[in-house]
């Protein structure tokens, strides 16, 4: 029922001219419904409203998924999943998925049915999201909140997708194409630089360590290479020009032509600025990333030269629970090392890991390394190599927990990604190297101009969402309608259930001697619980967590404090309880891992 009050259907051609039907929301209309039927939304946009009279910046973000068996993938129901939100809001809502507005759940197969597939879709959307009557940069989208009228205009400040997904928005050739870079007009496919005979085109392929070496591509560009592929699209078949020498212009621009495609479009196609496409820091380092990579080579080496290798690391994570929060994920992450994958592994070449599984993995296996391996002479450029590679990744999490200032996090992202990548090319050569071993620099630029670090794991935890409920979802005449009816629903329940920033979880009692505090197991900061049992530090210091306590607006950790023992690199060490008892100001500790 909630659902037919912001559905609206698009009708479309396939590409053979038969009718099709697109079920999506409309923007303005789903906003206003879930502020009017969800306090707790309705009070977090009044207070950006209160915050910020002016223009808003929009985030939008797609990704896809298949429902079901992950070993039995019925590509049938693939789906795209987008969803959008606004940085006014603040990093807290911006973690929430349940803050986020859910428009589109299509399938691959429906998208794909039309000229300009999934491009043209979201041509579609955001032409509606922005340009419609009620759109984001015309007349904007009226909201009452608390009784007081607000008119909410934006623009769109971030395109967020991985590299695959660019690749099928934007039109983009993609990440094994010439140009395998959206952001440097001067970076080509590996080996494809030494074309550039005496230098005079200033060339390098995603190789280079350099980070000074890269050219950024401006607006003008995008638009100078749009323009060329468009007037070639109209001299096709005429004055001469052969497919063959169109593909050829398209293959030199990094484009793929679709005349409905988003970026060919005269009007959307002006969103689309080189500020606004955000490359994924996770999708680049974790999934099939320079991480993922490296761990594997490591490994590798390390069982035939010292017979360690995926048996070990599997050894070691056994029977691991910590953090409690996510001790039935952490009690499984041994498979990530496990014959099945180690099989697959050697198979394709790659490591078969998530991104939450190999966040999760990256500091325990870098603990491994140091106990296992730093010693070995034999090991040593590997370790070396794998060690500025995991500075990388220290790097990204404290920038996007806002540890660290944007501007600061961008120039030292280069410098470590720089160090990295020389080092890997030391121990292996280019011939494991990537176009995501250079897309981390992209990462580092855009970091300049962004305000948050923006990431996948806003729609993949979203995913977890629409996945449940499209895998209960059969019927595929109405698919679309039917997964975002059980969205909505879901969202709106857990919306009203939404508790505030920092609060206990689970039972409570009162805190002996101190009537007006409330001790707890668990306590929630800012969307990352911590319970009794779990190991945290604050600055240098390191506890483990007794109690979570709450007086008034403000919340601590009783900590059974750890004194150090032997340090055994810079990020672990071994230590034992010294009879303190402390109490830590939750807000400013972290979880040890």
């Not at 870098?366 to 002479?377: D, I, K, M, Q, T």
């Not at 049992?533 to 403000?554: P, W």
Request: aromatic fraction near 10%; glycine fraction near 8%; charged fraction near 20%.
């Amino acid at each position: 029922e909630r659902v037919e009050h912001v559905v609206v259907t698009e009708a479309l051609l396939d590409s053979k001219g038969n009718p099709v039907n697109w079920d999506f929301c409309c923007p303005s209309k789903l906003l206003q419904y879930m502020v009017d039927v969800c306090p707790p939304l309705e009070e977090i946009y009044a207070q950006a409203a209160n915050e910020n009279r002016g223009e808003w910046k929009c985030v939008v973000t797609f990704d896809e998924f298949v429902p079901g068996d992950k070993l039995k993938s019925n590509n049938h129901r693939k789906i795209m999943n987008l969803c959008f939100s606004f940085l006014e809001l603040g990093r807290r809502a911006l973690v929430m998925p349940v803050c986020w507005m859910f428009p589109v759940v299509v399938r691959a197969v429906l998208y794909n049915s039309v000229d300009g597939g999934f491009s043209n879709f979201l041509r579609i959307f955001l032409r509606r999201m922005f340009f419609g009557a009620n759109g984001l940069l015309t007349a904007g989208v009226p909201l009452e909140l608390f009784g007081a009228p607000f008119l909410l205009k934006a623009s769109l400040s971030n395109l967020l997708s991985d590299g695959d997904g660019l690749r099928a928005a934007l039109c983009w050739k993609g990440a094994n194409s010439l140009r395998p870079c959206m952001k440097h007009w001067n970076v080509t496919k590996k080996g494809t630089a030494i074309l550039d005979h005496d230098g005079s085109a200033e060339l390098v392929d995603v190789t280079c360590s350099d980070f000074n070496a890269f050219k950024r591509q401006s607006d003008e560009d995008c638009k100078a290479n749009i323009a060329v592929v468009v007037a070639a699209a109209r001299r096709r078949g005429a004055a001469g020009l052969t497919n063959t020498m169109f593909d050829t212009i398209c293959t030199s621009r990094g484009l793929s032509y679709h005349e409905k495609g988003i970026v060919f479009d005269p009007v959307v196609g002006e969103l689309i600025k080189q500020g606004v496409i955000t490359i994924d820091w996770v999708h680049t380092v974790l999934c099939d990333g320079t991480f993922s990579v490296e761990c594997r080579l490591l490994l590798e080496r390390s069982q035939e030269k010292l017979a360690k290798g995926f048996p070990c690391v599997a050894a070691f994570l056994q029977g691991w629970r910590f953090p409690m929060d996510k001790h039935m994920e952490m009690k499984v992450l041994h498979r990530v090392f496990d014959d099945f994958r180690h099989s697959y592994c050697e198979t394709h070449d790659k490591l078969k890991a998530n991104a939450s599984e190999l966040l999760s993995v990256y500091g325990l296996v870098r603990h491994w390394v140091a106990v296992e391996l730093s010693g070995e002479p034999s090991m040593a450029n590997e370790v070396a190599s794998f060690n500025f590679c995991c500075e990388v990744i220290d790097i990204m999490l404290f920038t996007k927990r806002g540890k660290m200032a944007m501007a600061t996090g961008s120039r030292l992202l280069k410098e470590a990604h720089q160090r990295s990548l020389e080092n890997h090319k030391l121990c292996y050569g280019t011939e494991y190297i990537k176009p995501k071993h250079h897309w981390p620099f992209d990462v580092a630029d855009q970091w300049g101009e962004h305000e948050y670090v923006l990431d996948a794991f806003l729609v993949e935890k979203a995913h977890l969402m629409a996945k449940s409920i499209a895998d209960r979802t059969l019927n595929t005449s109405q698919f679309e309608r039917s997964v975002l009816a059980g969205v909505l629903n879901y969202q709106v329940g857990s919306l009203l259930q939404l508790g505030p920033q920092q609060q206990l979880l689970g039972k409570s009692s009162p805190f002996p001697g101190f009537p007006d505090s409330r001790v707890a197991d668990n306590l929630c900061i800012d969307g990352v619980t911590v319970s009794v049992g779990d190991f945290a530090y604050l600055g240098v210091k390191v506890g483990r967590v007794a109690a979570c306590v709450s007086e008034g607006d403000d919340f601590f950790l009783v900590v059974d404090a750890l004194g150090l023992v032997t340090r055994i690199a810079d990020h672990s060490g071994t230590y034992t309880f010294d009879n303190r008892r402390l109490v830590w100001d939750a807000r400013n500790a972290q979880l040890a891992l």
